[in-house]
């Protein structure tokens, strides 16, 4: 037992000091994230859940600045809740979107990823309710957010922005 706890902990050690690079031309990076707030409720709207959230993106092509843009999808799922006397209406939104990001690369900070962006999408909206008729639409949305890798594959994230969610905090994964 002894033999097996010191292996990991060697190991664990290992992984968690390994020194990992900034985001490149050619990185692949997956998502998977909660965001609180966002902008598809209403001033009306009584509760709404944790948005649950994956993204994917790849560096493209490398930029003056310095820097790189990377291209991606977005999945995502959001719910949003009005109760009054008698009865509730619920919002029920899937959110299909393509990404696209710069990461700055100019502080040279290792393990730090700074990136801002944008993002088109489609809510697809499934409505339950007995007030009004409410379909799906396109939208678009800003971003702002920051990475720490802890390993050279592991790293957690937080985004602030305008649209699916206010704040979205998780953890990446790049291969």
């Known amino acids: 037992m002894k033999k097996h706890s010191t292996l990991f902990a060697i190991l664990f ?8 690079q900034e985001f ?5 990076v997956i ?4 965001g609180l707030g966002g902008a598809y409720g209403s001033y009306t709207t009584s509760s709404q859940s944790i948005g649950l959230s994956a993204s994917y993106e ?26 009054y006397v008698g009865g509730r209406d619920r919002w029920r939104y899937t959110v299909i979107g393509v990404r696209g990001a710069y990461h700055y690369n100019g502080l ?11 993002m088109v ?17 396109p939208g678009a949305s800003g ?6 890798f802890f390993t050279d594959g592991i790293a957690a994230f937080a985004e602030a922005g305008y649209g699916f969610a206010f704040l979205s905090v998780g953890v990446s994964f790049r291969f």
């Not at 310095?66 to 995502?76: D, K, Q, R, W």
């Not at 040279?108 to 944008?118: H, I, M, R």
């Not at 999408?121 to 639409?137: A, K």
């Not at 971003?143 to 720490?148: H, T």
């Open 121 to 137: 999408s489609y809510r697809i909206l499934s409505y339950n309710g007995s007030t009004g008729s409410y379909g799906s639409r």
């Open 31 to 34: 998502n998977a994230g909660i």
């Open 108 to 118: 040279n900070v290792e393990n730090l990823d700074l990136y801002g962006g944008a």
């Open 143 to 148: 971003f702002v957010g920051a990475r720490w």
């Open 24 to 28: 490149q031309k050619g990185t692949n």
């Open 58 to 83: 790849k560096g493209i092509w490398e930029v003056p600045g310095p820097g790189v843009v990377s291209l991606g999808g977005f999945l995502g799922f959001k719910t949003y809740d009005y109760d």
């Open 13 to 20: 050690f290992t992984i968690t000091t390994l020194s990992a």
